[in-house]
């Protein structure tokens, strides 16, 4: 079994500025991590993903340029750098991983999920 815990959002004014942090545990095999964000009366939408051994990372167009997704893996943590942010980007952040695939934008892909860490942005 896989455990997330996410980290790092809270509240912030447009414009700023933060970086959320996620830690994997249990016995498992990371082929990618991934980001999704879930606002009240969305669905859940795509962020960010990174492949856990090769470079390669995707992003969600709303927010490319804007973040950056990062792993280390001898700590089992995927950071997300969120930059110039928006009141749009208001949403619970969900961290995920797969044992099965890289880096998708799909959330059928991931097997295991975070709670979620609050992000608001105010105007």
């Known amino acids: ?7 790092g959002g809270g509240q912030v004014q447009a414009g700023g500025s933060l970086r959320l942090s996620c830690v994997a ?3 498992a095999f990371y082929h990618a991590m991934g980001w999704f964000r879930q606002a009240p009366g969305k669905e859940r939408e795509f962020v960010a993903a990174v492949n856990w051994v090769i470079d390669f990372t995707l992003y969600g ?4 340029g804007r973040f950056t997704i990062s792993r280390d893996n ?3 943590t ?3 750098q969120m930059n110039s942010l ?6 619970v952040y969900y961290c995920a991983s797969s044992a099965r695939g ?15 860490t609050q992000v608001t942005v105010s105007s």
Not at 61 to 64: E, I, L, M, Y
């Open 1 to 7: 079994q896989v455990q997330l815990v996410e980290s």
């Open 25 to 27: 545990s249990g016995r």
């Open 61 to 64: 167009d709303s927010v490319k």
């Open 74 to 76: 001898t700590k089992n």
């Open 78 to 80: 995927v950071d997300l």
């Open 86 to 91: 928006k009141p749009e980007d208001t949403a």
């Open 102 to 116: 890289g880096a998708s934008v799909r959330p059928e892909t991931y097997d295991y999920w975070g709670q979620g």
